[in-house]
Structure formats: C-alpha cells, structure tokens
C-alpha cells in the first residue's frame, strides 16, 4: 500500500521468518562475528575461482535460511536476489540450485535493502507465500571487476571502502514468527558529480538523505521512532557527511542510534586495512540479517531502518569520467509484537 | 538538452529545508574527507623506493665480485632477480601489503613492473591461458609500455633532428 510519495506500508506485517550469514575470515574477526551462522577460514571459501566462491556463499546462506525458516526449497515461492557482478552472474548462477521461479535485481550495495523491500510487497500482496531475499559480494571479485587485480600494489585513500566477503538471505512470509517488516521506502537516484570510486562514500550520502528525509515525511515518523537507524555502507567518510547533511536539514538523528554497517562490521583500529569501512551488497545484508535481525529477536531493539546505499558506477562509466549515480531503499523493521 | 551536469535531474540535494547544488555539496564533502599526508607519502616512497634500488645495488655487486662481469654485463641478471623477488611476494599475497604502506615506493621501480603484470596474470588465470593470462598480463602493464615506446620515439626524434648528444 502506497502512502507518500515513495514509501510502501506493509499493512499485514509480512515476517523474516527465517535468515542466514555467510562471511569469510575478515569479517569474523571482526566485531559482529558471533552474529554470522558460518565463517569461512580461507578467502577462497574452498573454491577456485574468486566468482565460485561469491555464488558458494550465497548458496550456503539461502539453504540454511530455509533451514531456519523451517521450510522445503519447493515450498519457496520466489528467490528475488542481485549482486555486483557483471549480469549478476552470482545471484543467477545461486537461482539454479535454489531452483525456485527467480527475478534478478540490481542495486549495487542497496541490493540487499530492494530484494527485502520486494520480498516484503509480494508476501504482503499475496504474491507470495514464501519469498527470499538474498545478495552476496565477494571482495576479491569486486576488487576484480571495478578496481585492480587484487594483488596489484597500489596505495588506496582512506576514503576507499573495503568490499565484504559475505552473503545475507531471508526469507519473508506473511504467516510464521519472526521479527515483522513494516514500511519500505523505494529511493530515488542522487547524483551530486562525484567521479571518484574511491570516495564511494561521498557519492552515496545523498542518496541516504534522501530516502531518510522522504521516509519520515511519508510516514510522518521521526528519528526518535526507531531505535537505530542504520545506512548501508556509507563507512567514516559518507556516515559523516549524511550526519552533516541530516543536522543541516534540522532532522535530529541525536534522538535515535544512528550507524552504518560499513562501520559495525569491521574493527577500524585493528583492521586498518579497510580504510573507511566496508561495503558490498554483502555488507548491510549480513549485518541486518544477522546483528539486527538478533537484536530485535532478543528484544533489545523494537524498531530498526535499515538504510542500504548503492553506488551504480561500472567500470566503463568511470574510466569514461562520468558520475556516479546513486541510490538508497530503506525497509522498515519491528520486534515480532509491536511496542505501541 | 545540452547533457550539463547540473540540468541532471538530482544533480542537487533537495531536503526538507535544505537546498545544495552540486558545487556547495563538494564542499561539504571536502570537509569530510581525509587529508592524504603528502610529506609522509613521499618520505615512506623515498625510503621503500631507494632499498629496493640499495638492494639491486648490491645484487650487481655480487654478481661484479663472484661472476667477474661488468656493471653493464651484471645489469641484466640483477634486474631479472628484482622481477623475481616481486613475482615471489606478489604471488605469496606480500607485495600490494607493502605498497599500501610505501605507495609509489613499489609502484616506480621495476617491481612494480613485474608486479602489475604478475598479478594481473594471477588474476586472470582462471579465465584460462590465451583468453586469460595472455590476453590480460599487460593490462595494467601495456600503457607503460606504449608510452615508453612514444616516448622514445620523439626523443629519438629530437635526437635526429638537433642532433643532440646521447649514448651511442
């Protein structure tokens, strides 16, 4: 059901009544690493190609959240999924196996946020019984496929964001317990002339405004309804300036937890080899999937906004010396009996 | 529509009560961004680049003192000892470590060279030999060569044409 402009509400509350990590070694020395269902010891998640691996984790996560969800993969009504690679290869190649009717979207890193954001509509519509939301990166592919060979030595700015090796799912129904989806807001494309794909960041805090901004005036919300709010993977560089952009809006994000994935998911002192933070469609999908998704069934959270940002350069456009356009989905999350 | 950038549709930020146009949002991104410590940078490559050079140095010694060659006779198999020393470190994941520490340090001397190429070729291993390694080992490499050699060309040009000293 539309209300605003751009925001959907979720009148029947769909659920997550299932969802799974999968992360490889970094990120389980990270902090959040007790939240993750599996880490990998090896990068190459005992694959031979950087792209097997991102397709491996995906499949790995996407069976056991149907095994947390209690279901049978034939019972599954659609697997709605998207990574960063070229064609998606990772989410098309993972459908095979998952075997449900598939629709493939891209996002960049928003991937996660948008495929809930659909799973959530088709669930509350009745479009779906059972549908899975699902998004893997893989840094070395990433690294690949938008920067240099991974074993290439050049010197990244701190305002560089470190691709996650990870994949999130989850799977939404209308019926089953679990923590409830409420509201998605459906970004719109920000653009505001930053060509450099190592400052992300910045290219993306407008795109997370943005949707921040159109979300409280659709649902006449405020930063002070939810817990914490949490942006994709803007990391140290974007995070600031979003903060920056919001307090010059007069929105007062004081009044809530406000983070970013790219930030909670990597120990920024000791693993200093991710420069500003991390990022990857992986990236606010295990951290929702995993240390939110907790925290609300532990009760210590009732109301999270997950923020995922994207950024939708190609290789080609910025060797060609365009922009980067951007863009942000929020998705509304609730502990499973609401507060109010 | 002329494709200028700020008739793009986005091309500002529109909030509730804040309007920034593209050049008033890269301020406020600027005041965001980390300085790159420019002295520090070039401290680190002067260090990392010159013990490179230190050692090469005393690779040509070695080969001067215990194979009784020349220095231009031991210049040849000191630098194919540098390449294989940056293929090594590249293949056992060190190298792009210590550039990330030393920055143009290993990027200027002929490790850096062999790096770019051994790891594009590490990369593109498993797209096979000729479609992978072969196709993509000078990807990173090839534009260094290409200048090199138009390089060259004009300066040998120059050479030509005022006839200006140089080795022979």
Redesign the interface.
Known sequence: MLIGAQTWEFRSKPAIIGAATVVGPEEGEGPLSHTFDFVYDNLEIDE????RAERKLLEHASALALVHAGINREDLSFFIGGDLMNQIITATFAARSIAAPYLGVFGACSTSMESLALAAFLADAGGAKYAMAGTASHNCTVE?QFR????????????AQYTITGAGCAVVSKEGKGPRITHATIG???????KDPF?MG?AM??AA??TL?SHF?DTGRGPEDYDLIVTGDLAS?GH??AK???E????LMDKTEFNDCGLMIYDRNKQT?VNAGGSGCGCSAVVTYGHILRKLKNRELGRVLVVATGALLSPLSYQQGE?I?CIAHAVALEQEVSKE | MPAKAKNKPGARVKLNNLLLTEEEYQQVADQHKPKTNVLRNCVRAFLVGGFICFIGQCIQQLFMTFADMSAREAASPTVAILILISVVLTSFGVYDKIAQWAGAGTAVPVTGFANSMCSSAIESRAEGLVLGVGANMFKLAGSVIVFGVVAAFIVGVIHVIFGLGGVH
């Open positions: 031979k190609t950087w792209e690949k240099y060979p991974t074993e290439y030595g050049s010197q990244k700015p701190a305002t719109r494309i920000q653009d505001l002339g930053v400052n910045a805090a407008p405004v943005d901004v005036r560089v600031a300036i920056d952009l919001l010059k809006d007069g929105v080899y922009s356009p």
